[in-house]
């Protein structure tokens, strides 16, 4: 079992692939007031949460309602890819502002794990080669996440580890 003590001001970034199952992970341990939700925006914006064309105006508010939430030192967990550095960059910049703790929840499950659960979706399917792209760029990452700030990395590498993990909230120390 792996338990992850999280302060309650804290930023959770999700990190993971397409169907390696970051929204169900955060639908288990988190209120929906406490995930931001990048699928959320898109179709607050478009009305199709896998309408990639508004990406930029989706994370402006999730932007927006990140800064807000970490200056009322809210526990937020951000559920979107974050693959790439460049994505994770301006989640970690917010928390840091508000000086409040971090912690990468990694959802690295094998590749063909993700492109089942994908497949298997009636909803948002993204395509095979789009999730193959983002599982490398994961893979890319991973040497690297503690260099990143983060106060704690937590990676889950199957679905046992994803199933036993236990997420304990604890008094804010920053």
């Known amino acids: 079992m792996t338990v992850l003590d999280l302060p309650l001001g804290a930023l959770v970034v999700l990190i993971g692939p397409s169907g390696s199952g970051k929204s169900t992970l955060a639908a288990r341990h988190f209120s929906t007031a406490e995930v931001l939700a990048s699928d959320d925006y898109r179709a607050a914006v478009s009305g199709d949460a896998g309408d990639q064309s ?6 402006g508010g999730l932007h927006a309602d990140l800064e807000r939430r970490m200056a009322a030192g ?3 967990v951000i559920d979107a890819t974050n ?17 409040r703790s971090t912690v990468a929840l990694v959802l690295a499950l094998p590749l063909e794990t993700s492109l089942a659960r994908n497949a298997a979706r009636t909803d948002r399917r993204v395509p095979p080669s789009a999730v193959r792209r983002q599982d490398r760029f994961l ?12 106060e704690a990395v937590v990676v889950l590498t199957d679905h046992d580890q994803v199933e036993s993990l236990e997420v304990r909230r604890i008094p804010d120390t920053t």
Do not use: D, I
């Open 54 to 59: 508004v990406t930029g105006e989706a994370f």
């Open 139 to 150: 893979r890319a990452s991973l040497p690297n996440l503690g260099e990143e700030g983060y």
């Open 74 to 76: 809210e526990l937020t």
């Open 83 to 99: 693959v790439q550095g460049w994505a994770r960059r301006p989640l970690m910049a917010a928390a840091a502002r508000h000086r």
